[in-house]
């Protein structure tokens, strides 16, 4: 048996953290097995799906590495694989069931259906359809059609028994058939239901095993009794747990953002990458720029292998003690039988640390090239760069060391690509660092030896301000950070020599100049 796997994403939305996790489970166990990954595109409530969506969507997992085999711009042997392009084989199933005796043509209203619920509460018992407006016969149908009504489709449910099923992950599973409703799988407009779609079409593609988040477990009773109906062998089911809230039990949602935004280290990425946006000019959708959705890591420049890294662990474990795993060892010990049953709490700073692991763990040739598109959006370097800004960005990447934790922070660092009269002044740091008495005149003598330092490189610009404090018999605080403020605007930062050889001679001296004549006004 060849095993395949599929995600079937509805575009009513941006792809979410939950959903990339039960995806890469599902890509992990076709690959252990050397079988095939689909995507398959759940379109089929039309007053939901957003146009925009889908795109994201598809970048997403691209952006991720996690290529489909068939589906959405790739083709297969079964295309179509949108359920919209797809009602004519819905529309056979929905009469074979019919013809079977599995389902019904329904002509009640909305308002009659309300009715008999309404009166189930009243009377303190669970509702369960009379059937009432069921017609099993053309003579029925007639009748009720000549009053102007129009049929539904629903299953006719067992009432009595048991759906028993093992799960792959929950183990043994009941459901009794009398509390299950009868379904509609046709609506009277002629459009079709997701759980009839999604049972004929993982027939038709051939799915081997359905992989899914365990709030799909309810639906999987009426989806095995279509699939039964219609004479198909089932696939093997896996509900795999939710991802939880940071510091809580319930589903991590898209639409809860303030509220997670309590959440400090929620708060931290949410800021962080913020910031980064702005900097960057990046214009992004405000729906998608949140830290539940996929597209925001991608936007701020997280290393996609992180991501997958820390959603593999999020209700998977291989051991007490691995977390780091290369994409090629995540398909070699992924297994189903590790999947947790419990639900696991998003941690966003167990996320920013194996991000930042992984940036650290790359080149610094692949490190540039992940910060220099964020500079060129920023209008700090050109598309191409010249080769003398490759080798700013290669200078400051290099001196910002594990500062730069995601790529767009190397936008921390906007002084080292701005013209000299550009660079923005901390007024705080500028105040406390060069208004206090004695620092105008110290700056203005280490100008003086600034200008006859050559070779102008870190190791000699250091030896050069220790000469200085010497000479002067003062301590190296009492200069230093006067230094960093007048050339580069602020307090903070990294290696200060570093910093002033990137620079070169020229922009230091214009620097402190503009910083003295600040004071002077």
Known sequence: MTVRTRFAPSPTGYLHIGGVRTALFNWLFARRHGGQFLLRVDDTDAERNVAAALRPILDGFRWLGLGW??????????????????????????EQLLASGAAYRDYATGGEIQAERDTARREKRRFLYS??????TDAAAARFEAGGRRASVRLKMPREGVCAFRDLVRGDVE??????????????????????????????????HVIRAVE???????????????????????HVP?????????????????RYLRHHEFKAIY???????????????????????????????????????????????????????????????FSLDRINRAAASFDPGKLAAFQERRMQALGIDD????????????????????????????????AAGDRIKVAGDVLDYPEFFQADADVAYDGKAFDKRLRKDGAAPLLRRFRGRLAETRPFDAATLERTLHDFVDAEGIRIGQVIHAIRVAVTGKAVGFGLFEGLAILGPDACLARIDRALAQLAS
């Open 69 to 94: 085999d068939e589906g959405p711009e790739v083709g297969g042997p079964y295309a179509p694989y949108y359920q919209s392009q797809r009602s004519g084989r819905y529309a056979e199933a929905v």
């Open 131 to 136: 059937r009432g407006w069921m017609a099993e």
């Open 175 to 208: 459901f009794e058939w009398g509390l299950e409703q009868d379904h509609v799988v046709r609506r009277a407009d002629g459009t079709f239901l997701y759980h009839l779609a999604s049972a004929v079409d993982d027939h038709d593609f051939a799915i081997t």
């Open 216 to 238: 799909h477990l309810s639906n999987t009773p009426r989806q095995l009794f279509i699939t039964t109906a219609l004479g198909y062998a089932p696939p093997a089911f896996a």
């Open 242 to 258: 939710y991802v939880a809230a940071p510091g809580s039990a319930e589903k991590l949602s898209k639409r809860k953002l303030d």
């Open 271 to 333: 800021d962080r990458g913020a910031a980064i946006a702005e900097r960057s000019r990046l214009a992004v959708a405000p729906e998608t720029f949140n830290p539940v959705v996929v597209d925001f890591y991608r936007a701020v420049g997280y290393e996609p292998d992180a991501l997958l890294n820390y959603l593999l662990l999020l209700g998977w474990s291989l051991d007490d003690r691995t977390e780091r795993f290369t994409r090629d060892e995540m398909v070699a010990r």
């Open 367 to 398: 490190r540039v090239a992940r910060a220099t598109p964020f500079l060129q959006r920023a209008g700090f370097v050109r598309t191409p760069p010249a080769e003398a800004e490759r080798a700013r960005v290669r200078d400051v990447v290099q």
